[in-house]
Each structure stands twice: as structure tokens, then as C-alpha cells.
């Protein structure tokens, strides 16, 4: 405690060595961030020329460049380009961006709760949705929205989920991490509940399927249409987390330490609260509920980027991207024609590859 | 700069935890909070460090009202270790050190060199520098603390606020951190529960029970059997320092304490 040189030198004698993190760095984020860049437009390419009907890489890259230059094909090559640019290309590219949406706002509700295990629907976003999207397919709700029907009902059902949880976790004291943590698990419980009731009430028997499948995740329904909402959403998310970084790294203290350095913890979990319902339900409305994306990425993100939310919120959402856009792929071929829900490919690849690199990298979370 | 307690009550939820309760503390004093658990010490330095807002009453710093400035501004006069435990996410050393400059550090750029040389001397300080780039979760009880400390050093404060801060602390971290109190310069709120260091570092103490000050001044004068008893509900004996004349309490803990005569009289 004093400034005398014995206590450095006394406890430098039994200090362990550092453990080795390679994006913790200045350059060492860069390198991060260019090889994932590359690897991103990589695998979007791929993801458009693969699939149940391989389209030869330099027919994809003559078809995209023709797409995006406003170049001409001949007239043997409409049905291919077809696939290529109206079928795929939205599909992966959406992918790409439910990915990067769902790395970085796990990131926010992480900080947000300051709790490992929660993940971007842990608000009740992702059960409220699925109430909105099963009154849908159910009742054929919102009938005069056509193709918009089922994801306006699932945004308008996350959004009131949310108000709800907020409503419900609020008090005098603000908004205390357990009580939102605790407060979203138990109404999801009652949105899932009410859920059934609709399905149980269907008049239809394959009802129950669509709903299940529509909760696990698809991008099925990807056009061109529906990527601009998605991709604002992601793109605000990204922006404004990044500007909070120091924020959120102050917050990850401890709401007793940030109050100390200064920090109003109640306004920026308002803050969190706000993003993380309305850019996960615009997520949701066009991909279902992908789960462990978001629980999972911040975690590997961090693995190699260390704590730092500026460097965690720069790597994760490039790190998502590319994962989601070889998870869907995954999920349209494995067992092609039939296609696998998202949720249930990003569980099986994910959960292995978690386990072993917290084992493996001596990763610290909340202690050993 | 000093500090003021001026009437100040907290409530929360119908229970006042401080009552009316008031403290001076002259600036560049080393004054410690005792008192038994749940007599308003920590409240009371939730209010000083703007955790928690007085329901009547104010904190003043140079005879300002604490609530006139922003959470930031008075984070740049005032800096809290607290009993929050290390965070869940494992930052390093010189990253947690140098969050002490986010009160006085707007928008995302990097810390210039002189904020890093602030960062640094705060760590050369107290002894840590060597763990700059130590995981914080990897770190021992008293490295962690003193991480904490170089911290609060890096926001360049006035006034330091500790609460209990040398709790789970080894003795030689204990002696450690309170004699660094004493040189440090700066204003020292700090809540204990050890009397006997308490004595040893501060040179005031304002004992606290049911939420308001009991007595109020030099160890000598207020570590008294009678208001130990009336305070704790334990009856010490006092001696005194054998070097440093302050005040000591011993405990006899009853007929069956061991004697070093041997075994039972």
C-alpha cells in the first residue's frame, strides 16, 4: 500500500503469467476485425453459392455482379440468377444481419443484468413474439397486412412483452438487474402459456408445427422487403453500444462503483431496456426466436477479446454474422429439401464449441 | 475540499435508515464511521458518493450542495471503493484503473498520455503496477483491493469514500491500507467495523447507532468503555498504545477465557 519497492517486487516473485489474449490489443483488434471482414464477405458468397443447388462460384460472382451493376444475363440464366439474387442472396445477407443483431445485443442484456446467462429474449421479447405470430397463423389475425401479417404480429407482441416487463420490473429504486432478470423469466412463462392456448385453439392441426417452427428460427420468408427494418435496427444497435462502451464497461462494476465514478445506472438501463426490445423484435419478426446466438457469441467474442465492451461489441457482431450465415447454410443442406430450424443448428454446432473453449482457455466469468 | 452531512434522513420504504444525522469532516481528515451493523454507515456513504439521494436533508462539499452537481461532476471530486466485489467480466488491471477517468472523460476517445500517466502513478501508488495486464478475476482479495483504490486514485478526487474497506483483508493488507489512508492527502471517509484500527488511522471517529451520530471526535475521547457498551452492547477494557498513545480495546471474554497462567484457575 505504501510506495516502497517491496511490495511489487514481493508479489511479482508468485505472480501466475498472464494469460495469453490475442484481440486485446489495439492491433491486435484490427487483425480481428479485417480477418472476420474478409471472412464474412467469404462466407456470404458461399452461403449464395451453395445449397441444394450448387451454383458454380463463377457463375454466383458474374450473377452478383451483374445484380449489383445493373449488367445484363442472357436469357438461359434467368432461372439460376433467379435463385442466386432473389432467393439467396436476401436470405444469407439477412443472415448475416440477425447474426450480427442478436451477438451485439446479447452483449447489452448481458451488461444490462450483469448476468451471464441472459440472452437477448430474456425480456420476454421472444415469447411476446411468438404470441403475436400464433395469433396469426392460428386466426389469420391481421389478414389485410398480407405477407406483413405474421411479423407485424410478432413486433407488436415483442414490443407489449416488453412494456409489460418493464412496467412489472420498475420501481422507485429504478430498474435493479435480479428484478428484470426475474421479472422477464416469469412472464414468459405466462406468454408461453398463453401461446398454447391459441395453438391448443387453432382450427388448424398443422398450426402447432408452423408456430414451433416459426419459434426456432427460419429465414424462409427472406426478400429484399424485409431486410431494410432488420438492418437499421442492427445498425443503430451497433452504433449507439459502441458509443456507450466506457458506459457499459463503468456499469459491469457494479451499480455501487458506477454511481461512485459517475455513471446514472438507471437512465442507461433504460437506455439498454429500449434497444434491446425494439431492435430484438424487429430481429424476431423476420427470423423467429434464433436461440443461443446471442447468449453464446459475447461469450466466445470475449474468449479471445477480453472484457472491453468497445472491443467486444466491435468483433461480435462480425463474429455472429459469419456464424449465422454457415448455420443457415447448414440448415438448408444437411438434410435438403427439408430444411432444419436455425435454433436447432446454432444448439447442436454451438454448445460443443462453447464447452470446450471455457474449458480450454481458462476463461474467467464471474470467477473460478 | 471538506465534506458535510447537514441533517440528513434516509428513507427507504417507511424505515429511516440515517436519521438527522450530521458530520463534519475538515478537509485532508481521516474520519472513520463505526458502529454496529445496520447503525446507517454505509447509507450515510451512499449519500457522500451519490448513490443514494438524502430524503431530507443535504451533503455538502466546500459548503455547496452535492445535489446541485451531476452524477459525473461530483464523481471528479469524489471517489467511492465500495463494497460492490469484482466485477463478473474479467478486465484487466489498467482497464479497471483506468475507468476512474470516465468522470472526467466525454464521447469514446482514447485516453490521452496524460491520463495514462495518471492511471499509471495511480497504480505505482499502491503497488499494483506490476499487475497492469493481470486478469482482475485472477487476482488475491488484497490485490483486488488496492486495484479498486488505484482507481479511485485515477479519478483524482478530493474526497475518498471507503466502506469497510479492509473487510477480508489479512492483517498486513488491513495495516497496509490504513496507513496509506493516513499519507494520502486527500479528504477520508471511511466506514470500519475494527475499533482498533479505526483508532490506529483516523483522526476522528463518529460512532453511529439506530442512523444518527452517538458521539463525534478523537479516538481518545470517544472509544470509552460506557459508550462501547451503550454502542455495542460489549463492555471492553482500554489501554493504551504502547508507542503511539492511542486508544486499544481488549475484550475479556468471561469466566471460561483461557488465563496464561494455564488452564482453568
Known amino acids: ?368 | 475540499m471538506d465534506v458535510a452531512l447537514d441533517d440528513v434522513t434516509v428513507e427507504i420504504a417507511g424505515t429511516a435508515l440515517v436519521r438527522r444525522l450530521n458530520l463534519t469532516v475538515g478537509a485532508g481528515d481521516v474520519v472513520g464511521l463505526v458502529g454496529p451493523n445496520g447503525s446507517g454507515k454505509s447509507t450515510a456513504l451512499r449519500c457522500i458518493y451519490r448513490a443514494l439521494e438524502p430524503t431530507t436533508g443535504t451533503v455538502l462539499l466546500d459548503g455547496s450542495d452535492i445535489g446541485g452537481l451531476s452524477l459525473r461532476n461530483s464523481a471528479r471530486a469524489v471517489a467511492a471503493v465500495t463494497q460492490d466485489g469484482s466485477p463478473e467480466l474479467d478486465f484487466t488491471v489498467t482497464e479497471i484503473v483506468e475507468l476512474g477517468r470516465y468522470p472526467h472523460h466525454r464521447g469514446g476517445a482514447a485516453l490521452g498520455r496524460r491520463e495514462r500517466d495518471v492511471c499509471a502513478e495511480a497504480m505505482h501508488r499502491v503497488g499494483v503496477t506490476h499487475l497492469a495486464d493481470r486478469g482482475v478475476l485472477s487476482l488475491s482479495g488484497g490485490e483486488r483491493q488496492r486495484v479498486l483504490i488505484a482507481r479511485a486514485l485515477a479519478q483524482e478526487p478530493a474526497v475518498l469514500v471507503l466502506d469497510e474497506p479492509t473487510n477480508h483483508l489479512d492483517v498486513r493488507h488491513q495495516v497496509e491500507l490504513l496507513s496509506f489512508l493516513r499519507t494520502c492527502g486527500l479528504t477520508v471517509v471511511v466506514a470500519l467495523h475494527d475499533l482498533n484500527l479505526a483508532a490506529a488511522a483516523c483522526d476522528r471517529l463518529a460512532v453511529l447507532r439506530d442512523g444518527t451520530v452517538a458521539d463525534d471526535g478523537p479516538p481518545s475521547d470517544v472509544l470509552t468503555p460506557d459508550l462501547i457498551d451503550r454502542t455495542f452492547g460489549v463492555r471492553p477494557d482500554i489501554v493504551r498504545h504502547p508507542v503511539t498513545g492511542v486508544p486499544q480495546l481488549v475484550y475479556h471474554l468471561g469466566p471460561d477465557e483461557p488465563t496464561p497462567g494455564g488452564t482453568h484457575p
Open chain 1, 1 to 368: 500500500m505504501t510506495t516502497t519497492t517491496r511490495t511489487p517486487v514481493g508479489h511479482a516473485a508468485t505472480a501466475r503469467p498472464p494469460a495469453s489474449r490475442p484481440g486485446t490489443s489495439r492491433s491486435g483488434t484490427a487483425t480481428a476485425v479485417a480477418v472476420l471482414t474478409v471472412a464474412l464477405l467469404g462466407s456470404v458468397v458461399a452461403g449464395i453459392s451453395l445449397g441444394s443447388a450448387v451454383i458454380p462460384l463463377p457463375d454466383t460472382l458474374r450473377y452478383l455482379g451483374a445484380a449489383l451493376t445493373g449488367g445484363t444475363i442472357g436469357a438461359e440464366d434467368v432461372t439460376q440468377y433467379s435463385i442466386v439474387w432473389d432467393v439467396r442472396a436476401p436470405r444469407v445477407v439477412l443472415a448475416a444481419i440477425v447474426g450480427a443483431g442478436l451477438s451485439v445485443i446479447g452483449v447489452a442484456v448481458q451488461a444490462m443484468v450483469r448476468n451471464p446467462l441472459a440472452d437477448p429474449f430474456i425480456l420476454g421479447v421472444s415469447s411476446g413474439a411468438s404470441v403475436g405470430a400464433s395469433a396469426v397463423v392460428s386466426f389469420g389475425l391481421f389478414a389485410g397486412l398480407g405477407v406483413y401479417a405474421l411479423s407485424t404480429a410478432a413486433f407488436l407482441g415483442a414490443l407489449l412483452a416488453s412494456a409489460l416487463v418493464y412496467a412489472a420490473a420498475h420501481t422507485r429504486a429504478g430498474l435493479t438487474p435480479l428484478r428484470l432478470v426475474l421479472t422477464g423469466v416469469a412472464l414468459a412463462y405466462g406468454f408461453q402459456a398463453l401461446m398454447s392456448v391459441i395453438v391448443f385453439f387453432a382450427p388448424f392441426g398443422e398450426t402447432a408445427r408452423s408456430v414451433m417452427f416459426w419459434m426456432l428460427g427460419s429465414l424462409g420468408s427472406a426478400t429484399w422487403q424485409s431486410l431494410p427494418v432488420a438492418a437499421g435496427a442492427v445498425v443503430v444497435a451497433v452504433v449507439t453500444l459502441l458509443r456507450s462502451g466506457p458506459s457499459l464497461d463503468v456499469l459491469a462494476m457494479g451499480d455501487e462503483s458506477a454511481a461512485g465514478l459517475g455513471l446514472d445506472t438507471t437512465r442507461l438501463r433504460r437506455m439498454l431496456f429500449l434497444l434491446t426490445a425494439v431492435v430484438t423484435g424487429a430481429l424476431v419478426s423476420v427470423s423467429g426466436a434464433v436461440g443461443f446466438v446471442g447468449l453464446v457469441m459475447p461469450h466466445l467474442v470475449r474468449i479471445v477479446a477480453g472484457a472491453s465492451h468497445r472491443r467486444v461489441l466491435t468483433i461480435a457482431p462480425l463474429a455472429g454474422a459469419v456464424f449465422l450465415v454457415w448455420v443457415d447454410l447448414a440448415s438448408r443442406t444437411m438434410f435438403a429439401p427439408r430444411e432444419l430450424p436455425l435454433g436447432v443448428i446454432t444448439a447442436l454446432v454451438g454448445v460443443p464449441v462453447f464447452v470446450l473453449l471455457l474449458r480450454r482457455r481458462g476463461y474467467l466469468f464471474g470467477g473460478r
